[in-house]
């Protein structure tokens, strides 16, 4: 098939799970046969330019999130359909999703999303830290979110498809009356990275085997990285004076991280390598004992997976959400209740971990197990073209009316379903971003190119992927 992936993330200038598995997903599908063109915003000034063949639309900087820029509906030559795609594939959280419907409604292209923005968490995303602690602030956020939400809905029902991460992500957009064929799809692993040889021990030497809790994630506000410092600081070290934490990552709130292990007089038990090379995660995960989330606001949490492809158990809270749905308590880690102690459960976990090294073996040789069943490539890849088969076969089933440019009434009809949201709605967050803006203490790496990532493994003899 000739592919159109819709991305807010053409080039990947931060390491996030959207930008990388956008990134996996082209690599793949043309290691599968088919040809793939990349549709996104144009990167910033700042960023490297996309790849040779990118379809690119005029964007302006979200600077509430890294790496981000904000794409509308221009130029026009962007809705000509020179490329002649079989399907689209909105991979996007922005409103450039608008895009796949108004080409399927001018051109007749069948086209589904991807969806892994829960908004009522969000808020999180774009407000300041003093404007979110705002009781009234969050009160008119929460009213807001399903009026959002279900123009969302609106957008996704006028394809032939939606594709979620997680069980209760797929029961979430029912509820909001999605009635277009609905895809559960985990996010594959890598395995050009994820089944490398296990390189040298990236920790700190004083950082003993058997003793190692890692976080990576990005260092942003809804991580709640905050809660897993202050649980290490007050459950685990008192229990364990020679337990380490390494906090793999970097952003916007990097530097009040490390200012709170100094604070709590824990820094010497902690460390901050900053952003690594995707690559190098492998390794980080290889030599460590627990893996450690208190993150709420995951539709996903691809760090989730590679962790437990890796072989290492998760100790998280029991979000209900893109965690849960990857972690089975007991089995491959430990997920403890939500709600009030959940940090008392969430440190009496980690701390029995650390003092069970076979608990943890059992538990990690599961993780690898289910791991490889669940989100190994030829299996997720494989219900990703199954899906794009269920879009043509929706469109065929539910063919658009057919689209007239020289027709007023055609273009009133473009403008209210989809210009008028997208134009509209995107403004209002450009402009809420920028009331935030970005952190002095934020650093954008700039180093991971989509040329300098690794190609995919060869299919083996007979095989298609």
């Known amino acids: 098939m000739n592919i159109a992936i819709l991305t807010d993330y053409p080039v990947v200038t931060f390491a996030c799970g959207p930008s990388l598995s956008t990134q996996a997903l082209k690599r793949y599908m043309e290691n599968r046969g088919h040809t793939v063109t990349i549709v996104g915003p144009a990167p910033g000034k700042d960023d490297p330019p996309a790849l040779p063949g990118s379809l690119l639309l005029n964007s302006v900087t979200f600077r509430a999130h890294p790496g981000v820029q904000m794409p509308f509906a221009w130029p026009p030559s962007a809705f000509a359909n020179a490329q002649k795609f079989d399907v689209i594939h909105s991979h996007a959280n922005s409103l450039l999703m608008h895009w796949a419907p108004m080409m399927r409604e001018m051109h007749g292209i069948p086209c589904l999303s991807t969806n892994t923005i829960y908004l009522p968490g969000f808020a999180q995303h774009l407000l300041p830290n003093k404007v979110y602690q705002i009781e009234t602030i969050r009160n008119a956020w929460a009213r807001l979110a399903p009026k ?67 976080v990576v994630c990005r260092h942003a506000r809804e991580k709640d990285i905050d809660k897993v410092i202050q649980v290490f600081a007050s459950h685990v070290l008192p229990r364990m004076p020679d337990a380490s934490l390494t906090l793999v990552g970097d952003g916007q709130e990097h530097k009040a991280l490390v200012r709170q292990t100094e604070r709590l007089g824990i820094a010497q038990r902690c460390d901050f390598p900053g952003e690594r090379p995707h690559r190098e995660l492998r390794h980080y995960y290889g030599h460590a004992d627990v893996f450690a989330y208190a993150s709420l606001t995951e539709t996903y949490g691809q760090v989730i997976s590679e962790a437990l492809w890796c072989g290492v158990p998760v100790v998280a809270i029991d979000d209900k959400m893109g965690v849960a749905f990857q972690v ?138």
């Not at 609106?154 to 009635?179: M, P, T």
């Open 328 to 465: 089975k308590d007991g089995e491959d880690g430990v997920l403890v209740a939500s709600g009030q102690g959940e940090y008392d459960r969430l440190g009496e976990a980690l701390s029995n971990l650390l003092a069970n090294p076979e608990a943890r073996r059992a538990l990690g040789e599961r993780a690898a197990v289910r791991a490889r069943a669940r989100v190994a490539p030829d299996v997720v890849y494989a219900q990703y073209e199954a899906a794009y088969a269920s879009a043509q076969a929706h469109i065929a089933a539910h063919p658009p009316k057919r689209f007239n440019p020289r027709s007023v009434g055609d273009w009133a009809r473009m403008i209210d379903r989809h210009l008028f949201p997208w134009w509209s709605l995107q403004g209002a967050l450009v402009a809420v971003s920028s009331i935030r803006g970005r952190s002095d203490d934020y650093l954008v790496p700039v180093g991971m190119r989509i040329d300098a990532l690794p190609e995919p493994l060869a299919p083996r003899s007979g095989e298609a992927g």
């Open 148 to 214: 959002v939400e279900a123009s969302f809905a609106k957008a996704y029902n006028s394809g032939d498809g939606l594709i979620v991460q997680c069980q209760a992500l797929a029961d979430y957009w029912k509820e909001f009356g999605l009635d277009v064929p609905l895809h559960t799809i985990p996010r594959p692993i890598d395995v050009a990275i994820f089944d490398q040889p296990l390189g040298p021990d990236p920790f700190r030497p004083d950082f003993a085997k058997g003793k190692r809790i890692v």
